[in-house]
C-alpha cells in the first residue's frame, strides 16, 4: 500500500501570517490527492481533490501544488478558523491511505 | 445536501463484535459508494473498506479482511459496519464517509467504540 507522510507533524504560525504543510507518497499518485481539515470533536471536511480543485465553499486562500510523490497545501493567510488538524489522503491505488496529518496551531 | 447519522457509541468486550449502522439521506443512496474511516485516539485516519450499495460489492483494507464485514439495505439508505474479534487497539471513532468527488464530500458524525474489559 502506499505510504503517505506528512510534515510537520505540528506547525506554529501566527494569524494573518502564510502556512505550509507538506504531503510525501511513497510512490506516485499523479494528482490524486486530496486535503481534509478537521477540527476537535468534529469529522474531518474535504478542501482540495486533484491539482486544484476545491471543495463547494472553501476559500481562494487554500491553494495546492505538486504532483507525484511531493504535494503542498499552502494558506495565504491564515484565519483564526484555519487553526486545525490537515490530512492528506491518495485516491490513486487501493486502498486508499491517509497521511498522519499536520496540526496548525497558534503561534 | 447528503447528510450521514450515525449510531450511537458502543462499549465492548475484547473479542466481542459491533456493528455500526450509517443513515443516509438528501441524496442517491444507490449511486455512489460508501466508505468507513477510522480514528484512533489521537491518530491519523484508516480507511476500512467500502460498499457499492446498489450492486451489493464490499471492498477491504487488507489490515481489516477477514474481521470487518460492510453491507448496505437500500429499502431503508443505510450502511451497516461490522467489525469482528475486537481488540483494544480497535477503540476509535469510525466514521461512514461518502461523495461525488474524488474524496469524501460528507461524512457521518463519528461513532465512538470503546473496547474495554
Known amino acids: 500500500e502506499i505510504v503517505m507522510t506528512q510534515s510537520p507533524a505540528t506547525l506554529s504560525v501566527s494569524l494573518g501570517e502564510r502556512a505550509t504543510l507538506s504531503c510525501r507518497a511513497s510512490?506516485?499518485?499523479?494528482?490524486?490527492l486530496a486535503w481534509y481539515q478537521q477540527k476537535p470533536g468534529q469529522a474531518p471536511r474535504l478542501l482540495i481533490y486533484?491539482?486544484?480543485s476545491r471543495a463547494t465553499g472553501v476559500p481562494a486562500r487554500f491553494s495546492v501544488s505538486g504532483s507525484g510523490t511531493e504535494f503542498t497545501l499552502t494558506i495565504s493567510s491564515l484565519q483564526s478558523e484555519d487553526f486545525a488538524v490537515y490530512h492528506c489522503?491518495?485516491?490513486?491505488?487501493?486502498?486508499?491511505?491517509f497521511g498522519g496529518g499536520t496540526k496548525v496551531e497558534i503561534k | 445536501q447528503v447528510q450521514l447519522v450515525q449510531s450511537g457509541a458502543e462499549v465492548k468486550k475484547p473479542g466481542s463484535s459491533v456493528k455500526v449502522s450509517c443513515k443516509a439521506s438528501g441524496g442517491t443512496f444507490r449511486s455512489n459508494t460508501i466508505s468507513w474511516v477510522r480514528q484512533a485516539p489521537g491518530q491519523g485516519l484508516e480507511w476500512m473498506g467500502r460498499i457499492f450499495p446498489s450492486l451489493a460489492i464490499a471492498n477491504y483494507a487488507q489490515n481489516f479482511q477477514g474481521r470487518v464485514t460492510i453491507t448496505a439495505d437500500t429499502s431503508t439508505n443505510t450502511a451497516y459496519m461490522e467489525l469482528s474479534s475486537l481488540k483494544f487497539a480497535d477503540t476509535a471513532v469510525y466514521y461512514c464517509?461518502?461523495?461525488?468527488?474524488?474524496?469524501?464530500?460528507?461524512w457521518g458524525q463519528g461513532t465512538l467504540v470503546t473496547v474495554s474489559s
Open positions: 489522503q491518495q485516491y490513486n491505488n487501493w486502498p486508499l491511505t
Open positions: 464517509a461518502t461523495g461525488s468527488s474524488p474524496g469524501f464530500d460528507y
Open positions: 486533484g491539482a486544484s
Open positions: 510512490q506516485s499518485v499523479s494528482n490524486n
